[in-house]
């Protein structure tokens, strides 16, 4: 049989996840899994260096895919940052559902801490730069280190609370993983409501005001 003259990189993932729950392991040589699937070996390596960057990259298309569905939609890009980051997760979720299989065999024997896997650091780099163009308002402190020691926190918090929903999504038993989407709706608007700056914000402006009333007076 002649081999495929082309392979695209969706095509190697969907083949990668098909052996690793079709086999409970992972294909032992490159040479193998090309041979298995029909294309040449060669064509493996223009989209990845080795399998490791395989399962990087599965965790990277769950969000491209996620981002490419929500960017169809004209009511996402009118949302503000608290329902677009709403939106990226019930979809992302919906990803992940429907590759649960997967994601599940994969995951759960690190139940106890998945926060540094490198199949993961793809996944963190796309969705911290996600966080980041949300135009989340953080406080105007006008001084570039705290500015920057602000936005690193709000990343790294936002990445946490991803990795808890994915705990929380991985041990849910409820139908259609109803709980999760409470989960998720909770979080989120907690999350939103604990850095919400406007009342903050408020009171600065008011302790201004005062401050220079009180000077206008004396």
């Known amino acids: 049989m002649a081999k495929k003259k082309t392979v695209s990189k969706n095509d190697i993932i969907t083949y990668y996840m098909d052996y690793v729950l079709e086999h409970d392991e992972n294909p032992k040589t490159v040479f193998a899994f090309s041979k298995m699937n029909n294309f040449e070996e060669a064509k493996f390596y223009e989209h990845f260096a080795s399998f490791e960057a395989v399962e990087k990259g599965i965790f990277e ?42 994601v ?53 918090s936002a990445w946490l609370q991803l990795i808890l929903t994915m705990k929380f ?5 409820s139908a259609a993983f109803e709980k999760t989407d409470i989960y998720i709706e909770k979080s989120v608007n907690t999350t939103f409501d604990v850095i919400d700056v406007a009342p903050l914000k408020s009171v600065i402006d008011l302790g201004k005001f005062l401050f220079k009333e009180k000077f206008q007076m004396n």
């Open 61 to 102: 298309a769950f969000f491209t895919n996620t981002i490419a569905a929500l960017n169809k939609s004209e009511d996402y890009k009118i949302f503000d940052a608290r329902n677009k980051l709403l939106s990226f997760y019930y979809t992302f979720f919906e990803n992940l559902t429907a590759n649960r299989s997967y």
């Open 104 to 156: 599940k065999h994969v995951l759960d024997k690190y139940k106890t801490d998945f926060k540094g896997l490198k199949m993961l650091t793809g996944l963190k780099a796309h969705f911290t730069q996600f966080i980041s163009e949300l135009g989340i308002q953080m406080l105007d402190i006008k001084q570039e280190q705290v500015e920057k020691i602000q936005d690193r926190a709000l990343k790294e």
């Open 169 to 173: 999504w991985l041990e849910d038993t």
